[in-house]
């Protein structure tokens, strides 16, 4: 996942550091397109899964005076692309950091916050239907993963729920099903519970 050429340069803080401070990983870059943006890639240690680290992939604009990500902004700063494959890039140094991790990837709009906000305020006319403003960011790596699944697959395994972490069951990935959530992992440490 890291063999992407148009990408944005990042910062990070020291892996280590940060993990005894916070159990987490962060990286900073700025979107450059319209205007400048300051974005962050946030890794953040969720729980042990036998003797596995599972992080959660955060994502969002940066707001560095209250040092907290906004992950429902959408920013249409015209350069997407070059957003999600620095996004990409960032996935092995997880995995550099440990090997052993497994990384869960869901978007904050497949909350049922977000979505209950939506219906609440629908300028779609979705109010008695499914929103269809959820799952939009999970769509994305979904549909990332569909399309480079026999080159991902050798490296990594996934998995997909069609519900949210620890609402659901997951299953090996299935190319073209529509997951909520989907769980990573790099194959030469592969742990299934």
Do not use: W
């Not at 996942?1 to 987490?24: A, G």
């Not at 042990?48 to 599972?54: A, D, K, R, V, Y």
């Amino acid at each position: 996942m890291n063999n992407f050429q148009d990408t944005y340069p990042i910062s990070e803080l020291d892996f280590d550091l940060v993990s005894e401070i916070r159990n987490d990983y962060r990286f900073y870059f700025t979107s450059i397109g319209k205007k400048e943006i300051d974005k962050a890639i946030h890794y953040d240690y969720i729980e042990e899964i036998g003797n596995t680290p599972l992080f959660n992939l955060g994502f969002g604009d940066y707001d560095f005076k209250t040092d907290s990500i906004l992950d429902e902004e959408i920013s249409c700063n015209g350069d997407h692309y070059k957003v999600f494959y620095t996004i990409l890039n960032t996935v092995p140094r997880l995995f550099d950091a440990h090997n052993d991790a497994t990384l869960l990837v869901q978007g904050s709009d497949s909350m049922p916050e977000f979505i209950q906000n939506c219906k609440a305020n629908c300028t779609r006319e979705c109010k008695d239907l499914d929103c269809r403003k959820a799952h939009r960011r999970i769509r994305i790596y979904r549909n990332f993963v569909n399309k480079n699944f026999d080159n991902l697959n050798d490296e990594y395994d996934f998995q997909g729920s069609e519900a949210l972490y620890k609402e659901g069951i997951a299953e090996p990935y299935e190319v073209g099903k529509e997951y909520i959530s989907v769980l990573v992992k790099r194959k030469n440490n592969y742990y299934e519970n």
